[in-house]
T-cell receptor
C-alpha cells in the first residue's frame, strides 16, 4: 500500500464550483499534515496545514480524520487560478526533523 | 529576493558524465533537503542536512553525493549519470525547532535534468 494515496484526477470543474479532494495515509504514526499546491513546471508551495479540528483559510477548508487516516481539502467558488496539482503531504514522528511524504497529487482544472 | 535558489535551472548531459546542482537559501533556515520528482510526478526525499550534518539519507545510489559547505548551501553532485536520473530535482529548506512535528518547507524552483 502506498504511504499517501490520492486520486490523480484530473478534476475538471467550471468556475464557481465546489470541489473536494481526498487523501489516505498508511502510517498511523503521522503527526503533521499538509496540502501543498504545485503549478505546472513549478515548485510545490504550502497551501495550508491540516489540524485535527479542521481548519479554514478563505475558500479552502481542510479536514483530518485520524481514526480513518483520511485527509480532505474542499475548495469553494473555484477560480481559474486554482488550476494546479494539489499534493497531500504527511510527516511522521521523526526526532523533530521534517520528513515529508508526498502523495502523487490530484490535478484540478478550472474552466471558464 | 529569492528565498531558495538553485542553479542551473536546466541541465542536459550525456550518460556517464558527472554534474553538480547548487542550492542556496537566504531564509536563515538550519535544515535543507534534496527531492527528486520523476516523470510520474512523484516527489520523493533524497537527503536532508541539519546544520551541515546529514540526517536523512534515503535509498539513493551512492553516485549521488550531497555536500553542505555551510547552513545556507546544499549542493548535489551526481557521478556517472544514467538515463534513469532524468527528473526534476528540488532543493528545499526549513527551520527545525526540534519539537515533534515539522516545519514549513520552502522549495527552490527546481533543476530539470535530462540525461541523453
Amino acid at each position: 500500500r502506498k504511504e499517501v494515496e490520492q486520486d490523480p484526477g484530473p478534476f475538471n470543474v467550471p468556475e464557481g464550483a465546489t470541489v473536494a479532494f481526498n487523501c489516505t495515509y498508511s502510517n498511523s504514526a503521522s503527526q503533521s499534515f499538509f496540502w501543498y499546491r504545485q503549478d505546472c513546471r513549478k515548485e510545490p508551495k504550502l497551501l495550508m496545514s491540516v489540524y485535527s479540528s479542521g481548519n479554514e483559510d478563505g475558500r479552502f477548508t481542510a479536514q483530518l480524520n485520524r481514526a480513518s487516516q483520511y485527509i480532505s481539502l474542499l475548495i469553494r467558488d473555484s477560480k481559474l487560478s486554482d488550476s494546479a496539482t494539489y499534493l497531500c503531504v504527511v510527516s511522521p514522528l521523526n526526532s523533530g526533523y521534517s520528513t515529508l511524504t508526498f502523495g502523487k497529487g490530484t490535478m484540478l482544472l478550472v474552466s471558464p | 529576493d529569492t528565498a531558495v535558489s538553485q542553479t542551473p535551472k536546466y541541465l542536459v548531459t550525456q550518460m556517464g558524465n558527472d554534474k553538480s546542482i547548487k542550492c542556496e537559501q537566504n531564509l536563515g533556515h538550519d535544515t535543507m533537503y534534496w527531492y527528486k520528482q520523476d516523470s510520474k510526478k512523484f516527489l520523493k526525499i533524497m537527503f536532508s542536512y541539519n546544520n551541515k550534518e546529514l540526517i536523512i539519507n534515503e535509498t539513493v545510489p551512492n553516485r549521488f553525493s550531497p555536500k553542505s559547505p555551510d547552513k545556507a548551501h546544499l549542493n548535489l553532485h551526481i557521478n556517472s549519470l544514467e538515463l534513469g536520473d532524468s527528473a526534476v530535482y528540488f532543493c528545499a529548506s526549513s527551520h527545525t525547532t526540534g519539537a515533534v512535528g515539522t516545519d514549513t518547507q520552502y522549495f527552490g524552483p527546481g533543476t530539470r535534468l535530462t540525461v541523453l
